[in-house]
Every structure is written in C-alpha cells, then in structure tokens.
C-alpha cells in the first residue's frame, strides 16, 4: 500500500505492509533512528514523535493511518550547530542520562510547552508520566525542561527568546 507522509518538512512515499507500525515506518524505510522502540506497547514512550502537532507514541500508529500527515521526529527539532531549547536543556542540566528515552522525552516535552510555556515541576511530571526514564532521572529531566522553557518564548514556536 503506497504512503505518503511528510516527515521533518519532507515528503516520503513508500509501499508499506498496512500492518507497519510508524516507528517501524520512520526507523527502517526512513533510517530515522532517533525515535527508539522501548516497549513496543505504548508503555515506555521512547517512540514519541507528533503526528499533525500532536505527541503520539509511534508504536500504537499504523503509518497507512499517516498517509498525507505531518510527523516531526527528534531530527527534526534541532542541528548539531543550532539545538532546540528542549536539546539545550538536557544538554545543560544533564537530563540525558544513557539517552535512550530522551528523543521522547524531548517529543512530549514539547507538546507540553507548546500549550503551557511556563510549567510548574508538578506539571512537567504529570505531562511525562507516559516517558519512562530507566535511568531514574527524572529530577535532571524535569530541570531540563524548566531551563528550555525559560529559553523559549511563550508562543509555542520553539525559538529560543534570544533569537
């Protein structure tokens, strides 16, 4: 089945099996490896992407349910030379940790500041609750989102405030 989806600004067409799930989609037609499968149940989150602006997890997503859709995924919100304020902040305030959940993280972190460009701590946890951290970072995530919302304006375009 021919699908045509426009992933990071581009468009792609690619004949799918419409059992492909959309992380299978973006990681092994695209070579978008950024979006990690954990749980392959939509428990984990590693799989976040946003799916016409929206947070969703990958992994629940059949990509012919995609077809002439927007999808964004972690390569697609920053470069290595100019990082998103979200990449900034896990960068600054060591939310990384091993890395693996931090493409979701950064996914639904960004839907978060989106609507609410000035969360509290108890809002940021409640927002990630579906993002499991292995690594049980979540105090260093929490401030890494803290510090990209206060380099991000308060429109939800993800330009840092001094650009």
Not at 31 to 38: I, P, R
Not at 83 to 92: A, I, N, S, V
Not at 101 to 126: D, V
Request: glycine share 12%; proline share 4%; hydrophobic share 30%.
């Amino acid at each position: 089945m021919n699908v045509t989806v426009n992933v990071n600004g581009k468009p792609y067409t690619r004949d799918v099996e419409p059992r492909t799930l959309l992380v299978h989609f973006l990681r092994e037609e695209l070579g978008l490896t950024g979006t990690h499968v954990g749980c392959d149940t939509s428990q984990c989150g590693a799989c976040t992407v946003h799916l016409g602006g929206n947070a969703v997890k990958s992994c629940t997503v059949l990509a012919v349910q995609c077809d002439g859709m927007d999808v964004k995924t972690i390569e697609g919100m920053g470069t290595p030379a100019e990082l998103h304020p979200l990449q900034t902040g896990f960068w600054e305030e060591h939310g990384l940790q091993c890395g693996f959940c931090t493409p979701g993280m950064i996914m639904a972190s960004a839907e978060l500041l989106k609507h609410n460009p000035h969360p509290t701590e108890e809002e940021i946890r409640y927002h990630l609750e579906g993002n499991y951290c292995r690594c049980t970072g979540y105090h260093n995530i929490v401030k890494a989102v803290q510090h990209a919302a206060k380099l991000m304006k308060g429109d939800g375009t993800g330009q840092a405030a001094d650009d």
